[in-house]
């Protein structure tokens, strides 16, 4: 009986120990099938934020144009033989609040085409809203020269300009959020396209690197916003014109590059500052350009040291400082 009672025991006693083992199991299935049913929805959720803001920049919505005439900016756009991207750039920031005129930096050896001209007019006059007619200049140059895109606009009526390349598309509220930036500082460079200088010293002497993106995401530091997404004041335009060194001037005309690091030396030399970085969304529908031929990051090292040996020191203010549209952002 004693032998019977001690196996009825122990088979109850297996029992529960399997028992406990399927249910410790199915907790444990339920936990991973819970994580997995939260990450399918977190990846759903953010293909679809993604997809959402992929189609931002054509949105063709209500804008808000309640800026007044005068207090809105131009944009600067350098163009090159590359009309389709040219016609979508116009037709997208014709729509953008705030934008009073278009000046495009013509340096083709031929002038702008009446048929092309014609339709980049009917594209501004369809896309502007509530009355407001942008203004479309062609700056005509006979040189074929970088430093063409920085010359002095004497009947340009906005204090603001936003200095753009043809293949690169900005959301009309990134492009707004940087202006209301700029105006909290109009002395200073403002732009969505940071870069940051690295330093070493050679034999006693600072030598001076030119580093990309990845840097400026590892580091949190940059010491210039690239002019081809940029605000700054007109004034720099006339500065550049006028008293930028003609031996950089030349310098940037024979090497086909540089003139965006000559714009923020001339910037930082007369205001001590550093530029702002504001955070926007980049859609570049473009693939060539100088910044994809070999060499360039040597090049550009090449123009900081050059540069800085013209103006007596280097100019150019680190910073960690961001600015971020906090009206958009769930984290920030």
Not at 313 to 320: D, E, N
Request: proline share 4%.
């Amino acid at each position: 009986m004693v032998m019977r009672g001690s196996l009825l025991f122990n088979n109850n006693r297996r029992t529960a120990q399997r028992f406990r083992q399927l249910a410790i199991s199915a907790v444990g299935s339920s936990k991973i099938k819970l994580l997995l049913c939260f990450c399918i929805a977190f990846t759903v959720f953010l293909l679809l934020s993604r997809g959402s803001t992929l189609t931002e920049w054509t949105d063709s919505g209500p804008l808000d144009r309640s800026s007044s005439p005068g207090k809105g900016y131009a944009i600067l756009m350098n163009t090159w033989k590359r009309y389709d991207l040219l016609k979508q750039s116009i037709a997208h920031y014709a729509k953008c609040p705030g934008l009073d005129s278009i000046h495009l930096v013509w340096s083709e050896p031929d002038p702008p085409s009446d048929s092309l001209q014609i339709f980049l007019q009917h594209i501004i006059r369809k896309n502007s809203r509530n009355g407001r007619q942008v203004e479309l200049k062609f700056d005509i140059n006979t040189e074929d020269s970088l430093n063409n895109r920085f010359k002095e606009i004497k009947d340009l009526k906005a204090d603001a300009v936003f200095s753009i390349d043809d293949d690169i598309i900005f959301p009309c509220h990134s492009v707004k959020f940087a202006f209301d930036v700029w105006q909290s500082a109009p002395d200073q460079m403002v732009g969505f396209v940071p870069r940051k200088v690295c330093v070493e010293s050679k034999e006693g002497k600072d030598y001076y690197s030119y580093c990309g993106w990845w840097s400026v995401w590892w580091t949190g530091t940059y010491s210039m916003v690239l002019s081809k997404a940029s605000f700054f004041h007109k004034k720099y335009l006339r500065l550049y014109t006028n008293e930028m060194p003609t031996s950089i001037k030349e310098f940037v005309t024979e090497n086909r590059n540089c003139e965006d690091i000559a714009m923020s030396f001339l910037v930082a030399n007369a205001t001590d500052a550093p530029p702002i970085w504001v955070k926007g969304k980049i859609y570049e529908i473009g693939s060539t350009g100088i910044s994809t031929l070999g060499g360039h990051s040597e090049k550009r090292t090449q123009c900081l040291n050059r540069f800085a040996a013209e103006f007596g020191r280097m100019p150019l203010v680190p910073t960690s400082m961001k600015a971020v549209d906090s009206r958009r952002m769930w984290f920030w």
